[in-house]
C-alpha cells in the first residue's frame, strides 16, 4: 500500500473516531462524575461546555464520515450519522429527551461500526481485485 492510501486510510478513520469519541465525552464523562461521587468527590460539570464540545465532536465527526464516503461511495454510514447528529443537536439545542439522546449516540455507535465494515471491505476488495 503506498504511502499517499495510509494518509487516506487514516484520514477516513476520522468520522468512526470522532463519533465514538463524542459518546465517549458524554457518557465518560457521567461515569467519571458518578465514580468520584461514590467516594465522596464532588465535581461540577459546565453542562453548556460539554454540550459546545460534543457539537464540535459531531461537526468534525460528520466531516470525516464524508470523508469516508469519498472513498468507499456507500451513502449509509453517512446518512446514519447524519440523522444521529441531527437528533442530538435537536437533545441539545431543542428539546431535551433522555431516549431520543440514547438513540442518538446508538445510531452514532452502529454509523461507526458500519463505516469501518465497509472500509475493510472495500479495501479488501481493491487489495486483492
Known sequence: MSEKNISKTKLSCLGTVTNLL???TC???LAAVALLSLIG???EIDEGML???ITGLLLLALLGMGYSYLLHKHPGPLLLSLVAAALLLWVFYG???KPLELTGFAALV???AWDFRVKKRVCT????G
Open 51 to 53: 454540550v459546545k464540545l
Open 41 to 43: 468527590v464532588s465535581v
Open 110 to 112: 452502529i454509523a461507526s
Open 27 to 29: 457518557y465518560g464523562t
Open 95 to 97: 428539546s431535551y429527551s
Open 125 to 128: 476488495q481493491k487489495c486483492n
Open 22 to 24: 463524542a459518546v465517549a
